[in-house]
Nanobody, 124 residues
Framework: VQLMESGGGAVQSGGSLRLSCRAT????????MAWFRQRDGEEREGVAF???????NYTHSVKGRFAASKDNAKKTIDLEMNRLKPKDYATYHC???????????????????WGEGGQVTVST
C-alpha cells in the first residue's frame, strides 16, 4: 500500500474534520499530491492539490475553508476541512501523480496512485 489515509468521520454543518495521507518517501518527494472526493454516481472531483514544493491549489467550492499541507517529518499530506457543509459529504481519496500542472484543473486520470478513501459525513 503506497498511500494510506486516516481521519474523516461525521460532523455537523459548520464543524471541522481532518484527513491525513501517508505516502512512500519517493512518492512524497517527487509527485503532485492531491485530495479528490467522490459521491455515489458522480465522478471524482479534485479538491486540493499540493506540489513538491508545498504550493497548494484548491477547487473553488472549498477555497477559504479547506487547507492542505505537507509534514516532511511524517511524509504525510494533510487536509484540514473547516466550516463543513452538507454538500462536502463524500468519500475522500488521497492521490499521487504527475499531471502537467499540479492544480485544480488536473483530473483523476492524471493520477496513478490512490488511497482507499475515507468517509466524510456532514449533517444539518
Amino acid at each position: 500500500v503506497q498511500l494510506m489515509e486516516s481521519g474523516g468521520g461525521a460532523v455537523q454543518s459548520g464543524g471541522s474534520l481532518r484527513l491525513s495521507c501517508r505516502a512512500t518517501d519517493a512518492m512524497y518527494s517527487t509527485h503532485c499530491m492531491a485530495w479528490f472526493r467522490q459521491r455515489d454516481g458522480e465522478e471524482r472531483e479534485g479538491v486540493a492539490f499540493i506540489n513538491m514544493d508545498g504550493y497548494t491549489n484548491y477547487t473553488h467550492s472549498v477555497k477559504g475553508r479547506f487547507a492542505a499541507s505537507k509534514d516532511n517529518a511524517k511524509k504525510t499530506i494533510d487536509l484540514e476541512m473547516n466550516r463543513l457543509k452538507p454538500k462536502d459529504y463524500a468519500t475522500y481519496h488521497c492521490a499521487a501523480g504527475r499531471p502537467y500542472n499540479c492544480q485544480s484543473e488536473s483530473r483523476a486520470y492524471d493520477f496513478g496512485q490512490w488511497g482507499e478513501g475515507g468517509q466524510v459525513t456532514v449533517s444539518t
